[in-house]
């Protein structure tokens, strides 16, 4: 079956570390992206790639980098300079990146501060 | 600034009636409407959507309504089972924008049996 894998499901950080969450796909799809979900709000757009080696800032990038060297994968770090990182992690993927298309995504992973 | 509104956080409804999700959106220039169902732990996944050049879109038990003049959107679920209970999120669009969707901050469904 195909679809897009997130892990770990929950994360632990330490103050002054950086985390990665994990991020695979095999819908074979050009586009992924990393949404952040706190209580009460919508998704919120960190990053997406359109193309491998390819990804651009969404809303709140601050504080997260990714990097996409394969078009499976599309991994996200979580920096020590993202201040509030407690939050629920999304990651997507959509044939590409175009407004009509829906977005197929994961499980999510939910990070935490020790 | 947020430009997608779902102002009920909550809704209960009883198995077989109409359940009414609404959405309002202050950007005239979304032309493109989806709407996301997410169960808890899960991701969300995508349910129906509308171009703003219909009013209404149907499928099966769903249905979506537009008032573009209004800017506002609904959903329909008639009639409303257990297992719709999640949340429901609506997400406007740019159809020709190299770009990612707006969600709404969702509203909690509960269909009670």
């Known amino acids: 079956d195909g679809g897009i894998t997130q892990s770990p499901k929950y994360l632990f950080r330490k103050e002054g570390q950086n985390v990665t969450l994990s991020c695979e796909q095999n819908?074979?799809?050009?586009?992924m992206y990393w949404y952040r979900q706190d209580p009460g709000q919508g998704l919120r757009l960190i990053y997406y790639s359109q193309i491998v080696n390819d990804f651009q800032k969404g809303d709140i990038a601050e504080g997260y980098s990714v990097s996409r060297e394969k078009k499976e994968s599309f991994p996200l770090t979580v920096t020590s300079a993202q201040k509030n990182p407690t939050a629920f992690y999304l990651c997507?993927?959509?044939?590409?990146?175009?407004?009509?298309?829906?977005?197929?995504f994961g499980d999510g992973t939910r990070l935490s501060i020790l | 600034d947020q430009q997608v509104k779902q102002n009920s956080p909550s809704l209960s409804v009883q198995e077989g009636r109409i359940s009414i999700l609404n959405c309002d959106y202050t950007?005239?220039?979304?032309?493109?409407f989806l709407w996301y169902k997410k169960y808890p732990a899960e991701g969300p996944t995508f349910l129906i959507s509308i171009s703003s050049i219909k009013d209404k879109n149907e499928d099966g038990r769903f249905t979506v309504f537009l008032n573009k003049s209004a800017k506002h959107l609904s959903l329909h679920i008639v009639p409303s089972q257990p297992g719709d209970s999640a949340v429901y999120f609506c997400?406007?669009?740019?159809?020709?924008?190299?770009?990612?969707?707006?969600f709404g901050s969702g509203t909690q469904l509960t269909v009670l049996p």
């Open positions: 819908l074979n799809h050009d586009a």
């Open positions: 997400a406007p669009t740019l159809s020709g924008s190299a770009r990612q969707l707006t």
């Open positions: 997507a993927s959509s044939i590409k990146v175009e407004g009509t298309r829906p977005q197929h």
């Open positions: 950007n005239s220039m979304f032309d493109y």
